[in-house]
């Protein structure tokens, strides 16, 4: 292997796509890369937040870069259209592990629990949702009815003032005022 001159990311887009749609000189390809240059971080960011990984959102990003580079669409707003496609890309492979984790997960049904729960971590783990219990029967009932909706059955804040005949604002300030004094009971013991 000889020694090769490093080359711009742009003149190694232009040498890959000599043979294909784009010409060495197709303005489009350099509107793109100017696009893809100037947005690369907010696309990451985008594509991170949807994947929790840096690494899969670079894929992303790239996987959308190709899919543009190779679509023969003329897109107006291409920035738009270049977020629009990491995000549907960012969904797409989020499914799939998911898909691959629920796969998985069922698999791993058939084996024996790699590691057993110590009897001491369960007398702990009791005792702590015996503290929390307590904690709980100190509120009024109407803190204790917020705790239970949003965070026991998983409503959202929105759903739970409406079942209670509030405003969000105000189950947001009592789930504030709930945790808090339960944090402080849990401290203190």
Do not use: W
């Amino acid at each position: 292997m000889g020694f090769q001159p490093a080359m711009s990311q742009l003149t190694r887009v232009r040498a890959a796509c000599s043979g294909g749609s784009l010409g060495p000189t197709d303005p489009r390809l350099d509107a793109l890369m100017g696009t893809y240059n100037t947005h690369r971080e907010g696309l990451l960011r985008l594509a991170a937040k949807f994947l929790g990984c840096r690494a899969r959102a670079e894929d992303v990003v790239q996987d959308a870069f190709v899919k543009m580079l190779e679509s023969d669409l003329s897109s107006i707003e291409p920035a738009r259209y270049m977020f629009r496609v990491v995000r549907n890309l960012a969904i797409d492979r989020l499914r799939r592990q998911r898909l691959e984790r629920s796969h998985g997960a069922e698999a791993e049904l058939d084996e024996p629990p790699r590691f057993e729960v110590s009897p001491e971590r369960v007398l702990a783990g009791r005792e702590s949702l015996t503290q929390l219990v307590g904690a709980l029967n100190e509120l009024p009932k109407r803190m204790r009815i917020v705790f239970n909706l949003s965070q026991i059955q998983g409503y959202t804040q929105r759903d739970v003032a409406k079942v209670i005949g509030t405003s969000p604002t105000m189950v947001n300030f009592l789930l504030r005022d709930t945790l808090s004094h339960c944090r402080a009971r849990l401290g203190e013991l």
